[in-house]
C-alpha cells in the first residue's frame, strides 16, 4: 500500500467504521476534499526551510481552507461570518497557516476558477489582505451589516433562518415531541450506550448552568458532518430549550483531539490546558471575535468533547466560477485574508504567541516573503495531488475498508 495510504489508515484507526467508510469514500472524490480530510498528512509534509522558521508564531486555527470559513449565531444571537473550525488550533509560525489556505485555492481546481493564473491571482488577493490587515493593526469582524456581496447574502440567509422551520429540517415531530431524523446524509442512530453517555455528559454540564431544565435531553443522533472529523465521536443532541416543539434547540457534540501540527511543533513550546476540549474552545473564544453560541468544552471519563450549537455545513459561501463572478470570489478571498489576520491579532501576546508588533511588522514585509511562500504552497499543492493519486490506487485496490 502507498505511504499516504498507510498514514491515513494509521491516523484514522479506532474511528467510527460507519462513518469512517464515508470519510474514506469522500477523500477519493478530489484533490481539494483529500486536502480537507487529511490535515495531519499536510504537515507532515511540509517544506522545511528559513521561511517557516522565521516567521512569528501566533495563535492558528491549524487547518485553514476555503471551507473552514462560515456563518454562524454568536452568543449574543447575531450572525457573523468568521474561521469556524479549531479542532487543530496549536501556537506555530503563521505561515504554517497561510501556506495550508493557499494550497486549498492551488488544488479546488475548476471550480474556483478557470486557470492556475487565475488561482495564483486568487493566492495574492489573499496575501495582500492578510498583510494589509496585518499592518492596520486593528483586529475587526464581519457580521450582516458591515458584509457585501456572498458573504451578505449568506448572512441574511441565516438572519432570516427560523427555529421551527431549521427544527422541521431536521427533525421529525409527533404532536408536542420531536425526535432527530436519522437520515443516513445528516445524521445515524445513536445506540443505547451512546445516547446514555451523552445524557450523562450533558446533565453533567446543565448542573453546572443556571437554567439546568433547558438542557434536558429529548434525543441523540451519530452527526454525520465534515470530512477529517468523520469516524470521530460526534452528535446532533436534541434540547428541551424554551419549549417543545418548537423552541427546542439542536447542538453539536464532538470529541475533542489531539492538534495533527503539535508534533511537528518541537520547538514551540504549547501550554498546558486542562484537556483537549478546553483547548479548541479556549482558542475558539480567542480568535474569533465573538464566540458561536453554547460553545463550551465538556471533560467525560476517557474523552472531552466541545459543545456548541448545531451549525449545518451549508452555512457557506459557495465559490463556484460556474455560478458567480470571479470578481464576487475575489472579494471573499480577500475578506478570508482580513478574517485570518484579525484572528492573529486578537490572539497576540497571549501564551506565547508573537505580539501585535511582530504581526504588523511581518505584514509590513510581505514584499520579502510573498514569493517565497507562493513556491511552498505550489509545492505543497503539488504534493497533495501526489499523495492523493496514490490514495486512489490504494482506495480502487480496496485497501481502503476500515476494520
Not at 197 to 214: E, H, K, M, W, Y
Request: one cysteine or more.
Amino acid at each position: 500500500m502507498p505511504n499516504a495510504a498507510k498514514t491515513i489508515r494509521s491516523f484514522n484507526a479506532g474511528r467510527d467504521p460507519e462513518r469512517l467508510a464515508m470519510k474514506y469514500a469522500n477523500l477519493r472524490s478530489s484533490p481539494f476534499v483529500f486536502l480537507r480530510g487529511t490535515c495531519h498528512l499536510f504537515y507532515d509534509r511540509l517544506p522545511a526551510g528559513a521561511l517557516f522558521s522565521k516567521a512569528p508564531t501566533a495563535w492558528l486555527c491549524g487547518d485553514a481552507h476555503l471551507e473552514n470559513f462560515g456563518s454562524y449565531k454568536g452568543d449574543n444571537r447575531l450572525v457573523y461570518f468568521d474561521l469556524n473550525d479549531f479542532d487543530e488550533a496549536a501556537l506555530a509560525p503563521v505561515t504554517w497557516e497561510l501556506a495550508r489556505f493557499l494550497s486549498s485555492i492551488l488544488v479546488a481546481g475548476e471550480g474556483l476558477c478557470k486557470s492556475t493564473a487565475d488561482a495564483d491571482a486568487l493566492c495574492r488577493t489573499f496575501l495582500d489582505a492578510y498583510a494589509g490587515a496585518l499592518v492596520l493593526g486593528k483586529a475587526r469582524w464581519i457580521e450582516r451589516d458591515t458584509a457585501g456581496g456572498l458573504v451578505r447574502d449568506l448572512l441574511d440567509t441565516l438572519k432570516a433562518r427560523t427555529r421551527p422551520a431549521f427544527l422541521d429540517r431536521r427533525s421529525d415531530r409527533k404532536g408536542r415531541r420531536r425526535s432527530i431524523r436519522c437520515d443516513g446524509k445528516h445524521a445515524l442512530q445513536a445506540t443505547e450506550a451512546q445516547r446514555e453517555r451523552v445524557t450523562r455528559l450533558i446533565d453533567n454540564f446543565a448542573a453546572s448552568q443556571p437554567n439546568p431544565g433547558f438542557f434536558k435531553v429529548l434525543d441523540v443522533a451519530r452527526r454525520i458532518a465534515g470530512t477529517g472529523s468523520l469516524g470521530v465521536e460526534r452528535y446532533i443532541v436534541l434540547i428541551e430549550g424554551k419549549g417543545s416543539p418548537d423552541a427546542n434547540f439542536l447542538l453539536d457534540l464532538k470529541q475533542a483531539l489531539p492538534s495533527s501540527l503539535v508534533p511537528h511543533l518541537k520547538k514551540t513550546k504549547q501550554p498546558e490546558w486542562p484537556s483537549e476540549a478546553h483547548r479548541v474552545v479556549g482558542l475558539q473564544r480567542r480568535m474569533q471575535a465573538v464566540s458561536m453560541a453554547f460553545l463550551h468544552p465538556i471533560v467525560g471519563r476517557k474523552s472531552s468533547y466541545v459543545l456548541r450549537g448545531l451549525q449545518p455545513s451549508e452555512d457557506r459561501v459557495m465559490l463556484d466560477v460556474n455560478r458567480t463572478r470571479l470578481a464576487d470570489i475575489r472579494g471573499v478571498i480577500a475578506e478570508m485574508g482580513q478574517l485570518m489576520a484579525w484572528a492573529q491579532l486578537r490572539s497576540s501576546g497571549r501564551q506565547g504567541s508573537a505580539i501585535a508588533d511582530a504581526l504588523i511588522d511581518f505584514g509590513a514585509s510581505a514584499k520579502s516573503w510573498r514569493r517565497d511562500l507562493l513556491d511552498a504552497a505550489h509545492e505543497c499543492a503539488a504534493q497533495v495531488v501526489e499523495d492523493w493519486g496514490l490514495y486512489c490506487e490504494a482506495y480502487d485496490a480496496g485497501a481502503m475498508v476500515p476494520s
